[in-house]
């Protein structure tokens, strides 16, 4: 059935937003159905790519971690995408109802959720992880997640379409505000040793 959605975002995300919003989906269902395994796709991909191939800017001079360094990291990174799941959902039901929407938590996580998706999928880019073509995947895939954002709100959340813009703008807010805590944990936590080690 996700797998079914997520074709039908992609197609007729319209439609399919009604199509979900119906559906009874609880907190969880979507971690142990969903979000476990989504999750895993990039952190998996990164190891993979970072320990058996290697970072590279531009194709050339590979430089590849440690199977020891890159196993924390990549539980770190997991951990991580699940926590920012529910921080995500726990904003965007924080801010309901100054929107006048009136939703629970689970139907926030079933917008999180299912908005986000595009992005764990993007992680597989991970396996081949040069620069310019992870940039590259990763900017097709925000750019699609804000899209299912802004038409996923007004009936997911079943407010105008004009206050669905000003809410999807305030969930964007605090995804980036997500996204720059945890780029300062991940400076916090290299600096005090737990970075990555390369291989020479």
């Keep these: 059935m996700f797998f079914q959605h997520m074709f039908g975002l992609i197609y007729h995300p319209k439609q399919e937003w009604d199509s979900i919003r119906e559906e009874k989906y609880t907190l969880g269902y979507l971690y142990k159905h969903h979000i476990l395994w989504l999750a ?21 001079n590979y430089v590849k971690l440690t199977v020891l360094s890159a196993i924390p990291i990549a539980a770190a990174f997991y951990i991580a995408l699940m926590v920012g799941v529910g921080l995500m959902a726990w904003g965007v039901f924080w801010m309901e109802k100054t929107y006048g929407a009136d939703a629970s938590f689970d139907r926030c996580m079933v917008l999180t959720t299912f908005t986000a998706t595009p992005l764990f999928m993007a992680g597989l880019a991970g396996l081949l992880p040069i620069l310019w073509f992870d940039v590259f995947v990763v900017l097709g895939a925000v750019s699609y997640t804000v899209y299912l954002l802004y038409v996923g709100v007004p009936i997911v959340m079943r407010i105008p379409e004009e206050r669905g813009f000003m809410f999807s703008t305030s969930v964007l807010t605090v995804g980036l505000c997500l996204l720059v805590g945890g780029l300062a944990m991940t400076a916090v936590l290299w600096g005090s040793g737990l970075g990555p080690v390369f291989t020479r």
């Design 40 to 60: 895993a796709i990039p952190a998996l991909s990164l190891f993979i790519g970072t320990t058996q191939m290697g970072w590279s800017i531009a194709g050339t």
